[in-house]
C-alpha cells in the first residue's frame, strides 16, 4: 500500500508564494511518475503538473506554466511543488498522486494513490 501525505498548504496574499510537500511512503525514484492535481468547490479535479519516476521529465498545466515548480529529493522521499506568484484562481485543494503504471499523465483516470490534499487560500 502506497502512502503520500501532503503538507505546505495555507493562506497566502495575491503574488505571494507556497511550497507544497508530499511525502511518499515508497520509493518515488520508480517507473510511476509522480503528479499534482487540484480542485476547487463545484470543480472537477485538475491537473496542474507531474514528473517522471525514472527521470527529471517534468509536464505543466498552461494554467501555471512559469509559476509552479515540481521537484523531489531522494534521500527524503519527498515531491514538491513550489509555487510563485499565486492567484486568486490558484485556490483549491491540492493533491499528490502516484501514476497506475507507466510515465507522466495529465489524466487523473491513470493516478493510483492519493494524498488526503492540503488547502491552499490565495486571498488578500
Known amino acids: 500500500q502506497v502512502q503520500l501525505v501532503e503538507s505546505g498548504g495555507g493562506l497566502v496574499q495575491p503574488g505571494g508564494s507556497l511550497r507544497l510537500s508530499c511525502a511518499a511512503s515508497?520509493?518515488?525514484?520508480?517507473?510511476?511518475?509522480m503528479g499534482w492535481f487540484r480542485q476547487a468547490p463545484g470543480k472537477e479535479r485538475e491537473f496542474v503538473a507531474c514528473i517522471n519516476g525514472n527521470s527529471d521529465s517534468t509536464t505543466y498545466s498552461d494554467s501555471v506554466k512559469g509559476r509552479f515548480t515540481i521537484s523531489r529529493d531522494r534521500a527524503k522521499n519527498t515531491v514538491y511543488l513550489q509555487m510563485y506568484s499565486l492567484k486568486p484562481e490558484d485556490t483549491a485543494v491540492y493533491y499528490c498522486a502516484r501514476t497506475r503504471y507507466g510515465g507522466r499523465s495529465a489524466n487523473p483516470r491513470n493516478y493510483e494513490y492519493w494524498g488526503q490534499g492540503t488547502q491552499v487560500t490565495v486571498s488578500s
Open positions: 515508497v520509493s518515488i525514484f520508480s517507473i510511476n511518475a
